[in-house]
């Protein structure tokens, strides 16, 4: 069975309560779940939270999100958007006092797991990202060997982190 594309309406499905889920008037946003349904004896990845901010400079900004895997181990080897030109994970190390960024090229997603993707941990980069306007959703597709593609709902919020209310 191909797990690896979320239909068109499971996306809008997943987009109207989204959006009906931002009119709640508080100052994080609700949580965003997509997830790829498991195959007999094989991963179940689902994805909330998922967030990407307006950016500071216009070449990169950045992007967080919860991977849960309820089933086998599994490993994420890259996320892609419409939004920017590519996008890059991440993570955050300690080198000689100095913290630094290094590029990850894939995320182990361990069985009955949880990885995160959070400000000052690992995190994905959006490398010349398209105009992006606060309270607005984005398409990330997140790649897995097992689970095939996953694609969610990204709010795009401050770089605070918090996003706007709205009714």
Not at 29 to 58: I, N, Y
Not at 120 to 132: F, I, V, Y
């Amino acid at each position: 069975m191909n797990v690896s594309r979320v239909s068109t309406v499971t996306l809008a499905a997943a987009l109207v309560v989204g959006s009906l889920a931002g009119c709640t008037g508080g100052s994080t946003p609700a949580a965003r779940h997509t997830s790829a349904p498991a195959s007999p004896g094989g991963p179940a990845v689902s994805v909330t939270g998922a967030q990407v901010r307006v950016p500071t400079v216009p070449d990169v900004t950045a992007a967080y999100l919860r991977i849960k895997n309820t089933g086998t181990a599994d490993t994420l080897t890259g996320v892609s958007t419409p939004a920017a030109a590519r996008v890059e994970m991440h993570r955050l190390v300690v080198k000689g006092g100095t913290m630094t960024m290094e590029p990850v090229k894939s995320v182990p997603v361990p069985a009955n797991g949880t990885v995160e993707f959070t400000k000052g941990g690992m995190h994905l980069m959006l490398m010349k990202p398209k105009a992006l306007a606060i309270g607005r959703q984005v398409r990330l597709t997140l790649h897995f060997t097992k689970a095939g593609d996953v694609t969610v709902p990204a709010e795009v919020v401050p770089v605070t982190g918090s996003s706007p209310t709205t009714h």
